[in-house]
């Protein structure tokens, strides 16, 4: 117990220590404090990949205990010392609950194949594996969650239908889970959604409503559902839809049996939440970074700001991760268990693109391709040889979209 009493000690020293630095008109409960400090899992990392006080002081001088989450080098960090209390009671994602989806899914999604790449792997200086779920069935990692969605539904909601919003994947997803239940659907994209992507909605058996920008549609579809009763499912911000997505992790941890780190795509955080928090139960030594893009970067500021935050305006090739929102459930899960989220450019996107097309022969849509430009551009800190798997989110690319974005970077 010598261990433990000199741990709490120490992070009582450190309680005070914060508490005398934040201003006074913050108004700060040293007790409480004290209390939060000493109940996290020992080993969490801070966000200069430091445990220990003096990593939790700094923090100290510069925010506010209950609003603020650690933000350092343009990297907007999870798991930190300090949880909002909402956020350090999620308890909802137990390890059993990953493997009850699987079994509900496995035998009619993909286990999708893990390949490396030498290349890659010498030019980022760890070894380098590609998750590649932009050879799911409908093309993304989105059939996940929405058919263990679809799954749950009751014989009631069954039989009124669903209703869901999205620029594209999760379109097609749940187009795909409701036909293969034979329940009616109804998408609502925006104006400005892919055609290839409207188009295989369509053929899949939904019903496509066209409507304004992203968050005019997000409207929409909440009003359509309501007018006909449907059952609105989320794309992202859904117990239901982590759990399917967290199904990826389990096969992640039995396709490598040693894996360092998991760069994961975000746009409202559906895959990126699911996959940390399944991690967090299978191997927590595994770190988990969301990367998005620098015109959509929704949960990047959540995770700045201390709390999920709707963007005023969009602007990013990758549609598939921009979303106007984080989900509520998924900035929770991310805070509280992924390393952080980085931010690339367009351009970063494009020529992560064409290496994939180039060295594998994979064609990955600018949304899948997101993780891979963090690695290139050096937006995360690897540790030495130490494996980091990537999720290659989707594969819909537009051929005439592709085309013009390679040749403008050639």
């Known amino acids: 117990m010598g261990d433990i009493d000199r741990s709490i000690e120490q992070y009582w020293l450190c309680a ?10 913050e108004h700060l409960d040293p007790v ?6 000493t109940t996290q899992t020992y080993g969490l990392i801070c966000e200069a990949g430091q445990g220990g006080p003096p990593c939790f002081t700094r923090w100290g001088q510069n925010a506010k205990l209950e609003q603020h989450r650690p933000f350092i080098n343009g990297v907007a960090t999870g798991r930190s010392w300090l949880h909002d209390p909402s956020i350090m009671t999620t308890q909802q994602f137990p390890l059993d609950r990953f493997v009850e989806a699987r079994a509900r899914i496995r035998h009619t999604v993909h286990e999708t194949p893990l390949m490396g790449s030498k290349t890659l792997s010498k030019c980022i200086g760890v ?7 932009n050879l799911q069935k409908t093309g993304s990692f989105k059939v996940r969650g929405a058919l263990h969605k679809v799954s749950q539904l009751t014989q009631e909601e069954r039989a009124k239908g669903v209703a869901t919003i999205s620029a594209g994947n999760h379109a097609q997803a749940v187009a795909w889970a409701a036909a293969s239940v034979e329940i009616p659907c109804v998408v609502v994209m925006p104006e400005n959604a892919s055609p290839i992507k409207v188009a295989a909605s369509k053929s899949y058996g939904a019903e496509v409503i066209l409507h304004g920008d992203a968050k005019a549609a997000f409207a929409k579809v909440l009003e359509v559902s309501n007018d006909r009763g449907l059952t609105f499912l989320h794309p992202f911000d859904d117990e239901e839809v982590v759990a399917g997505h967290g199904t990826c992790a389990l096969e992640i941890v039995e396709q490598l049996k040693k894996v360092s780190s998991v760069i994961v795509p975000v746009g409202g955080g559906g895959l990126s939440s699911g996959i940390a928090a399944a991690m967090a139960v299978l191997n927590p030594d595994i770190s988990v970074w969301g990367v998005e893009p620098e015109g959509a970067p929704s949960m990047h500021r959540s995770l700045k700001s201390g709390k999920p935050i709707q963007l005023d305006s969009i602007n990013t090739i990758a549609d598939g991760l921009a979303p106007p929102m984080a989900g509520k459930l998924n900035y929770e899960l991310l805070a509280t268990h992924a390393r952080g989220v980085v931010l690339v450019t367009d351009d970063e996107i494009v020529y992560a693109m064409k290496a994939l097309l180039e060295r594998m022969k994979l064609v990955v849509e600018p949304s899948g391709a997101a993780g891979l430009a963090a690695l290139l551009t050096n937006r995360i800190r690897l540790e030495p ?8 989110t989707g594969g819909n690319a537009d051929l005439i979209q592709l085309s013009a974005l390679l ?4």
């Open 385 to 392: 040889n130490a494996p980091v798997v990537v999720i290659l």
């Open 16 to 25: 005070i220590t914060t508490w005398r630095l934040v201003p006074a008109t």
């Open 407 to 410: 040749s403008q970077n050639s």
């Open 127 to 133: 070894p380098v594996y590609f998750k590649c779920e």
């Open 32 to 37: 409480q404090l004290f209390t939060e400090l």
